[in-house]
């Protein structure tokens, strides 16, 4: 079974803060995403990764950066929290190749982020 | 732009009914579908996909139907229990042979009425 785990279930953050919130897969996939989770606005990309070191925007980068320096790891980063990042964040990863689920993304359980 | 949404935000199902949630999708270049669930405080989980070279595709107790013309997707759960109560997202993509990125659905939620 694949299994995606985030460091934390629940955070709360202050303005201003810097955060980190963590994911680690260990089904050696290639590709790892960051989505938020809000309200009416179902998932929204932020950020994903196709191989260490590497990172691509997702459709609201914003307020956000990403880390990936091991392949099993893929690190979210809000420089300087603001409320409006108080939300739903989760992680993903996928296999890159021809084998029967490489589109198929799989989830952590999320991490939900409060930020005062 | 490309969008993919749900006609029903809500639906509510009598235990031991079958129940269909839909998708409508606009891209018509998309080739790979997803219908994940999400159950509260979890994240999405994978349930059944279906590829655009296939009408239907069966798994234990789901069905996901896929019209390409009218570009609507559904799912079908047979005989609901109380567990299958959650959100229900579709996930679209077109095959990019690398670096595929899912569109999501707003979500259904549904509801197994005891």
């Known amino acids: 079974d694949v299994k995606v785990t985030q460091s934390s279930r629940y955070l709360v953050k202050r303005t201003g803060e810097k955060v980190f919130l963590e994911c680690v897969q260990d089904?050696?996939?290639?590709?790892m995403f960051w989505y938020r989770q809000d309200p009416g606005l179902g998932l929204r990309l932020i950020y994903f990764?196709?191989?260490?070191?590497?990172?691509e925007k997702g459709d609201i980068p914003e307020g956000y950066s990403v880390s990936r320096e091991k392949k099993e790891r893929f690190s979210l980063i809000l420089e300087s929290a603001s409320t409006n990042q108080t939300s739903m964040y989760l992680c993903?990863?996928?296999?890159?190749?021809?084998?029967?689920?490489?589109?198929?993304?799989?989830f952590g359980p999320g991490t939900r982020l409060l930020v005062l | 732009g490309e969008s993919v949404g749900l006609h029903l935000p809500t639906l509510s199902v009598q235990e031991g009914d079958n129940s269909i949630i839909n998708c409508a999708y606009s891209?018509?270049?998309?080739?790979?579908f997803i219908w994940y669930k999400q159950e509260s405080g979890k994240g999405p989980q994978f349930i059944i996909d279906?590829?655009?070279?296939?009408d239907k595709r069966q798994g234990q107790r789901v069905t996901v139907l896929l019209n390409k013309t009218v570009k609507h997707l559904s799912l079908q759960i047979a005989a609901t229990q109380p567990g299958d109560s959650a959100v229900y997202f579709c996930?679209?993509?077109?095959?990019?042979?690398?670096?595929?990125?899912?569109?999501f659905g707003t979500g259904t939620r549904l509801t197994i009425i005891p």
């Open positions: 993903a990863s996928s296999p890159l190749g021809q084998g029967a689920d490489w589109e198929t993304q799989y």
């Open positions: 089904m050696d996939h290639e590709n």
């Open positions: 279906i590829r655009s070279n296939m």
């Open positions: 990764s196709y191989d260490v070191k590497m990172k």
């Open positions: 996930a679209e993509t077109v095959r990019n042979f690398g670096n595929e990125k899912l569109t």
């Open positions: 891209n018509s270049a998309s080739d790979y």
